[in-house]
């Protein structure tokens, strides 16, 4: 039999076929809510103050349903703390019951026994409960007195309810790295999965980048951890630009912003990812003509990011092809150009960079929702982005003395 | 689909056939992926979600 | 009913789409998620898009394919890429029929 060319052979690898974008995202972030009753320290959404023109419950079911349209089967829920709002349940329930498969990430606040048997006994919600240290002294250091207590009591909330295979959601840093085995304990205690993802210059994170991203020593060690216990550790691909080390991590390892993901704000601004939120980033509004699709599949910025990208100075390096450069947005809140190495390059061409770029500026992510006292940096000004329509009646001081400023009582 | 240039690579074991033999067993391996016609992706495998 | 490791997917049976599989076509073929399992698929061109989405109007996945198109040597990428899908019970067969 003549040898013949399989007809698979003439489709391009999927990797691909995804950096040129898709006719809706596969997945997307949805941020609720500014709220939050935490302030964590390295808050990518910098994260504590309602904004006043948050998206309505009604506003958030026409979203739903231009997912439902679009078939975007999966979104990931967060905010701040989503929970707090009063209408979480409902628009929960809404959307699993329009064809839209929800993950929520919580600090575990709201997840109380019943709370927890209300969520086993439902099909397509999963939970994410965030914990940054596998003690409380680690945890607490980041996320708050008490913040532990609170997540360690949903999980056991979870367990008995019978939810098993909810997720615990860590960001790795300098201080919690040699916790890995105790998070993996900590999971397997509960029957939850562990996720583990990278910690962004983000939000907040941008303020305390410096003292808590791990350091080289331990991005090796953290790769070589998951290279030999990770096969059922989740780590939403954060960690691709440690492909340069040689052997790519599982995922698609790739940046999926403005091109398979994106996030939606709490006022609805669509941004690249939840990483990004600046600006620079900034692709349109839901409330604008067209709604989440036109942002989707017209706005500028998602156009340029779908166009072929050049590696720029890493183009020559031999890692590039596994790590493509690393992530836009750690590059872009260090003040590192784009077309260049990531500030974590495992090369050490990001730290070089860093120190040859001494006085660059620093882009300042905004809006910045924290609450009053503990803001971005000093004389961080409170930036809204997008079309402010009416506040409706919630004044802005209210806000900043309540998170929860202009919340009615749940029907 | 007869021979491609993964199935050099494949490690001992059968490979695809080149032609349907009912009795043929089928081995899928990770090397082959980018022939496959289909392609897996963890959910939780695109950066850039929570 | 899920594909056993190691044999062979059975082109002469009927088979459908999983009831809580959605398809949502793509540029280049099409994205398949099971709202149970939480699992993606991609279907890498347009010809086996078309034989997924036939399966159940069908008598055999065998004529699906031959419906969309598939020549005969194509047949065993097809019948693996098919099989990948039942294991994942992204398809299943017909009963009843």
Known sequence: ?411 | MADTPAAAAEPAGQTLPAEEAPDATVLVEDLLVEDLLVEEVSIDGMCGVY | ?97
């Open chain 1, 1 to 411: 039999m003549t040898a013949v060319a399989g007809p698979a052979s003439r489709v391009g690898s999927l990797v691909e076929q995804f950096e040129s974008g898709l006719a809706a995202p596969i997945c997307l972030t949805w941020e609720l809510t500014y709220a939050c009753n935490l302030a964590c320290l390295h808050c990518l959404s910098s994260s504590g103050r309602r904004d006043p023109a948050e998206l309505s419950t009604a506003e958030c079911k026409a979203v739903i349903d231009e997912l439902e349209r679009m078939q975007v089967f999966y979104v990931n829920i967060g905010g701040g703390e989503p929970t707090v709002r009063p209408d979480f349940w409902e628009l929960v329930d809404y959307a699993t019951a329009h064809h839209v498969g929800v993950k929520f990430s919580t600090n575990g606040v709201k997840i109380t026994p019943e709370s927890a048997r209300r969520l086993a006994g439902s099909d397509y919600i999963d939970v994410q409960i965030s914990l940054d240290g596998a003690t409380a002294e680690v945890n607490d250091a980041v996320r708050g007195a008490g913040s532990y207590a609170t997540a360690i009591r949903a999980m056991r909330h979870l367990a008995d309810a019978g939810f098993t295979g909810f997720k615990i959601s860590v960001v790795m840093t300098r201080h919690n790295v040699g916790q890995l085995d105790a998070f993996q304990a900590i999971a397997d205690r509960f029957g939850a999965q562990l996720r583990i993802t990278r910690l962004r210059p983000s939000g907040r994170g941008a303020d305390v980048w410096d003292e808590l991203h791990p350091t080289a020593a331990q991005q090796r060690d953290l790769y070589e951890w998951l290279l030999a216990h990770g096969e059922n550790v989740l780590t939403g691909d954060s960690f691709f630009h440690l492909a340069g080390y040689g052997q790519p991590l599982p995922g698609l390892n790739l940046c999926g912003a403005g091109r398979v993901v994106c996030l939606i704000d709490p006022v609805g601004d669509v941004y690249a990812c939840p990483f990004a939120i600046h600006h620079s980033f900034l692709a349109g509004n839901v409330r604008g003509p067209g709604g989440f699709q036109r942002v989707w599949q017209h706005s500028e910025l998602f156009t340029d990011l779908r166009r072929p990208q050049t590696g720029g100075a890493c183009q020559s390096c031999s890692a590039f092809d596994g790590c493509r450069g690393g992530c836009m947005a750690a590059k872009f809140f260090t003040g590192l150009p784009l077309d260049g190495p990531d500030p974590e390059c495992v090369r050490g061409f990001g730290e070089s960079a860093l120190a040859g770029a001494a006085g660059g500026p620093v882009p300042r992510p905004a809006p910045d929702h924290s609450r009053r006292g503990r803001a971005r940096g000093a004389g961080a000004v409170p930036v809204s982005i997008g079309p402010r329509p009416a506040d409706r009646g919630v004044s802005r001081r209210a806000c900043d003395e309540s998170p929860l400023a202009g919340f009615s009582a749940a029907p």
């Open chain 3, 1 to 97: 009913m899920a594909e056993r490791a190691g044999t062979l997917f059975d082109l002469d049976r009927a088979w459908r789409l999983h009831p809580h599989v959605s398809i949502r076509p793509e540029r280049f073929g099409a994205l398949l998620y099971h709202f149970d399992t939480r699992r993606l698929s991609f279907l890498k061109n347009k010809t086996l898009l078309a034989v997924v989405a036939s399966l159940e109007s069908q008598r055999s996945a065998r004529a699906a394919c031959t419906a969309a198109g598939v020549a005969a040597a194509e047949m065993p990428a097809y019948r693996s890429a098919l099989g990948t899908l039942a294991a994942s019970a992204m398809i299943c067969e017909r009963t009843g029929q």
